[in-house]
């Protein structure tokens, strides 16, 4: 049976630049005094795969309102947002999705991205994370292009459990193939992102981390979030991060290792034996929005402040109306000084969330992992 779910798109607002121009300074602090770091650019609202707690099949189907092409922002758009965003203190982007390889001519917006320098004079640190399906093709032309880092997604060895969760009959194969091609190009450090599913898929936790200890690649476990409408979310089904640590720790023992940095989304833990570490993403149980860096740009231009919203801000109408540079950075100044976004802290809380107004959040696929 298919259920609509409705298009966030009409619910977005276009922003106000208030007739002041602003010149980026390199930081911008929003409401808890959190500076804008990392930007997350969906660049496709459409997968081939259709993972069960992502782009469950019964809604995402052939009535699914995806994005006609024209809404989609072009890599020459998508490049000037993105110096008004580094120009504010970005220093890292992330191309997502959706499944951000299946974007045609992909290599030609990286080599766009990966010219630019960070407010500091820093080269941008440019990354994308993906389903794996399409590496092995693309690994050498994507690193060719100026790619740093690629984190790929996977959820199981297990074949037939693999086929059932991205519910499109990939095999793990052709994604391990993909993460080797990745290796063989030099895209390092590589990570391996797990979603973690209690009673789905918590059986492979010790052999993903198995498989993947010993080589240079982290593997993280994430834990399964209630991100949009469509998944049918639900408290039990989530393994908290805790558990996940204590079961590997039983086989392999595991230490506690320091943050890379504050920003840090996950908790690093190392092996006792020194081959390799493992991290932790406990978006549900140990909410990190205190330290939350990250802005998100959708598939069609519109600004996320969290990945729990419910609209955004609809900056690609500013970019087609003739808007100036100055006028885009005074508008997104004025979006993100307003920030005061920390679902996950407020749902862990049990606080009322001021953000949730009755309209449904956005959709993973739309505004990127
Ligand atoms: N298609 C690419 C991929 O799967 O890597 C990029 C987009 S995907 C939306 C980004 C990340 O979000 C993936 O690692 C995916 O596993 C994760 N993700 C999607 N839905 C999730 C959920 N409900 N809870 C936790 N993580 C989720
Ligand atoms: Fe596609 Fe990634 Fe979502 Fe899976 S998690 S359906 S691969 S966008
Ligand atoms: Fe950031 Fe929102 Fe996630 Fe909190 S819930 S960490 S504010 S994206």
């Known amino acids: 049976m298919s259920r609509r779910i409705i298009p966030v798109a009409d619910i977005s607002a276009v922003p106000d630049i208030a007739g002041a121009a602003f010149t980026p300074r390199g930081i911008l602090t929003d409401a808890y005094a959190r500076p804008m770091r990392d930007l997350r650019i969906s660049i496709t609202d459409r997968c081939n795969f259709r993972c069960v707690y992502c782009m469950p099949r019964a809604v995402f189907n052939k009535d699914y309102p995806f994005l006609p092409h024209s809404a989609l922002l072009s890599f020459e758009e998508i490049e000037r947002l993105a110096r008004i965003f580094v120009a504010h203190g970005v220093s890292k982007i992330r ?156 086989a392999f023992p595991l230490e506690p290792l320091e943050p890379h940095s504050t920003a840090e989304t996950a908790q690093r833990w190392g092996y006792a034996d020194g081959s390799g570490e493992i991290g932790v993403i406990s978006s549900v149980t140990r909410a990190f929005c205190g330290t939350c860096t990250r802005a998100r740009l959708s598939t069609e231009g519109k600004l996320y402040l969290c990945l729990f919203a419910s609209s955004g801000h609809d900056l690609r109408a500013l970019v087609r109306n003739g808007s100036s540079d100055a006028d885009i950075a005074a508008a997104i100044a004025g979006i993100w000084q307003k920030r005061a976004d920390r679902y996950s802290q407020l749902r862990g809380s049990g606080a009322p969330i001021g953000q949730d107004d009755g309209a449904p959040r956005v959709e993973m696929s739309y505004i990127g992992g």
């Not at 880092?149 to 194969?173: C, G, I, K, W, Y």
């Not at 994430?222 to 039983?250: C, F, H, K, Q």
């Open 95 to 250: 191309l997502t999705g959706g499944e951000p390889l299946l974007r045609k001519n992909i290599e030609r917006l990286i080599e766009r991205l990966a010219r630019m320098t960070t407010a500091d004079g820093l080269p941008l640190d440019v990354t994308l994370t993906t389903n794996g399906s399409l590496l092995e093709r693309k690994a050498r032309a994507l690193k060719d292009a100026g790619l740093n880092r690629v984190t790929v997604s996977l959820d199981a060895l297990d074949d037939a459990l693999f086929r059932r969760m991205n519910d499109a009959d990939f095999a793990p194969a052709s994604v391990l193939d993909g993460i080797a091609a990745a290796q063989a190009a030099g895209l390092a450090p590589l990570k391996v992102n797990m979603v973690v599913k209690r009673g789905t898929n918590d059986r492979e936790i010790v052999p993903m981390a198995r498989h993947f200890k010993g080589s240079s690649i982290v593997l993280r476990f994430i834990e399964y979030m209630d991100v949009g409408t469509s998944n049918g979310w639900n408290m039990t089904e989530v393994l908290p991060s805790a558990e996940v640590v204590a079961r590997i720790a039983e």
